[in-house]
């Protein structure tokens, strides 16, 4: 075997694998396009500049006017003025719309339930690399919960625990979504299967950087208690 | 190729013929480390791409007396795991294959069979190992990595590294020797 692996870099079918000429030219391609971007940013930069800097000097004649006005007008202007602001303001707030839970709870799943061999996981070699996976589906803290709960580090390599199995929601069935508020809904649903019992899980939901993630999710076993 | 990121350096040549350099000296390489991860040569080649786009993004990082074969290697299999990690990527590819069936540009099912590439026994053998395993034995026995160069690649321990090139040749010997009998 040891003779045949030493061949194998000369012999091995994969030196039949080229990189393209086309390849090759895509890559010049965009490289032309990134510093196409890069010279119209540098425009854009100036053109931001000049105007930050118009900005800046029309700040301290505004404040004059303003002051000029608040002046001459009755306190019952002001109050007015200051409700039709505070209107713009709520109305120009960022409403998100309901997290996808479904998505998220599919995407939940593939990362706690990954490949492994026997116990040992196939493509993560420690929870610190689990945990900047999971980050992008739930937060820092219940990424670094999952990780402890369900996985285990030993000799270098990453094995799930024996013990423990992670929990879903059924999306076949009915649930309960609450809204918080506008960026933190509230998940609950009670479950029954043959593997797990009869649970109740509550997942709640983060709307932040843009995008919905898994806050925390607190499992209940009623029977256990 | 190292004398070639000082010229560089020292604005002697530009960031575009030192990227052709790269792509010429590498690109093979990349493509073949790439593929051994993903399997699928359009897949390797795209990584391959935006391997080369990252070397031009980050060249002015590199620093003086770094490698850059390891440099490359190191985004390489960072870009592979990227690959496998993220959903965004798998539904770019979709996205792009539909795309091609669309305006008619995607290759016949003729030309996607004489894409494949018909493996000898032991490649075949060792792209079927698990993915650790794999990786180990890639680097070791095809890309000619040290041992002590595999841990730095892989961000894993010099034992961890034996270790998995003894059970994956290991597996290699049962699997090959098992088809014989």
Known sequence: MKDRLNDFSKKSTLNDIQFSEKSRQQVMQRISAINKKRRYAGWGKTTLSAAALIILLMIPGYFVIDSLQNQTSTPEENLAVEKDQAVTEEASEITPETPPVEELEKRYRDLVDPEIDGLEVVNYNSKDELINTFTEVMSQNLAEQTADDFFREADGDLYVSESDKPVYFSTENDYDLTKNSDTQFELAQTVENQLSGRYRINITYQYQDDHWTIRERKVNFPESQ | ?181
Not at chain 2, 85 to 114: C, D, I, Y
């Open chain 2, 1 to 181: 190729m190292e004398e070639l990121v000082e010229q560089y350096r020292n604005n002697q040549i530009d960031k575009d013929q030192l990227i052709q350099t790269l792509m010429t000296q590498y690109g093979a390489q990349v493509t073949r480390l790439a593929y051994s991860y993903v399997k699928d040569v359009q897949i390797a080649e795209n990584i391959a791409q935006e391997v080369f786009i990252k070397c031009y993004k980050k060249m002015h990082h590199l620093k003086k007396n770094t490698a850059v074969k390891a440099w490359i290697n190191s985004i390489t299999v960072n870009k592979c795991k990227d690959h496998f990690r993220s959903g965004w990527v798998k539904n770019l590819n979709l996205n792009a294959k539909f795309m091609h069936r669309l305006r008619g540009t995607a290759p016949s099912p003729e030309t996607e069979l004489s894409q494949r590439i018909q493996h000898d026994e032991l490649t075949e053998e060792v792209l079927a190992l698990p993915f650790k395993y794999r990786e180990a034995i890639i680097c070791y026995h095809f890309q000619e990595m040290s041992i002590n160069e595999i841990s730095a690649l892989l961000k894993i321990k010099v034992p961890t590294v034996s270790s998995r090139l003894r059970r994956g040749r290991q597996m290699l010997k049962e699997r090959l020797e098992g088809d014989r009998k």
